[in-house]
């Protein structure tokens, strides 16, 4: 099974810099797909963005962006001019070939005012 | 949002006792998916069904099963709930946008408790 690892269990930034989560994953697979979910305090999980793993072109969103290396096996997400309603939970997650989801264990965002 | 319900929202429980949980969806999606949420492991994989009366086991099936009689409704049942089957437990539908994502979109949650 592919395995998804998020270092980062917890990360701040100050209102309005930038900032960047980590996600690194393990597959043998060729074509698949990422994405990241925000996961706020009311417990809904909302789609931020996703990237197909034979695109180069790094996939953008606002002021969501991602850097994608897939030779590295990593797959970042940056949040530019943070704002307070970013504050969540973060999850990464990887579909494989066969539609299974993967999903990290997450890093929890605090912004500073 | 994908008209996605879960029913009930909040539930306490007792060891040893039933309980099922319900989704709804308003949208004829054919894929549906039950997922567990708990600290330190992100989201596992329960169960899933790909259509009425297709399903199929997830990483983590043990003590669950599920049941699809008609495309809008997807329910999991514990059979007999354990301390260790306390968590938040997330419904999910296979999405259309197309492009070949196949991205989740989730229903709000059940958190279960069970004493």
């Known amino acids: 099974a592919q395995t998804v690892t998020q270092s980062q269990p917890e990360m701040s930034v100050q209102e309005a810099e930038t900032v960047t989560l980590s996600c690194t994953y393990d597959?043998?697979?060729?074509?698949?797909?990422l994405f990241w979910y925000k996961q706020p305090p009311s417990r809904q999980m909302i789609l931020v963005i996703r990237?197909?793993?034979?695109?180069?072109q790094n996939a953008t969103e606002n002021r969501f962006s991602v850097n994608f290396q897939k030779a590295a096996k990593s797959f970042s997400l940056k949040i530019s001019d943070s704002q307070l309603g970013d504050a969540a939970m973060y999850f990464c997650?990887?579909?494989?070939?066969?539609?299974?989801?993967?999903f990290g264990t997450g890093t929890s965002l605090t912004v500073i005012p | 949002d994908a008209g996605i319900t879960q029913s009930p929202r909040h539930k306490v429980t007792e060891t040893g006792t039933p309980v099922t949980l319900r989704c709804h969806q308003t949208?004829?999606?054919?894929?549906m998916y039950w997922y567990r949420q708990d600290p330190g492991h992100g989201l596992r994989l329960i169960h899933y069904?790909?259509?009425?009366?297709?399903?199929d086991k997830g990483e983590v099936s043990d003590g669950y099963s599920v049941s699809r009689s008609k495309t809008e409704d997807f329910l999991l049942t514990l059979e007999s709930a354990t301390s260790s089957q306390t968590s938040v437990y997330f419904c999910?539908?296979?999405?259309?946008?197309?492009?070949?994502?196949?991205?989740?979109?989730f229903g709000p949650g059940t958190r279960l408790t069970v004493t």
């Open positions: 999910a539908i296979r999405g259309t946008s197309g492009g070949g994502f196949y991205e989740q979109y």
């Open positions: 597959t043998s697979e060729s074509d698949y797909y």
């Open positions: 990237q197909e793993a034979y695109k180069q």
């Open positions: 997650a990887y579909r494989s070939a066969g539609n299974q989801f993967y």
């Open positions: 949208e004829n999606h054919r894929y």
């Open positions: 069904s790909y259509g009425v009366k297709d399903t």
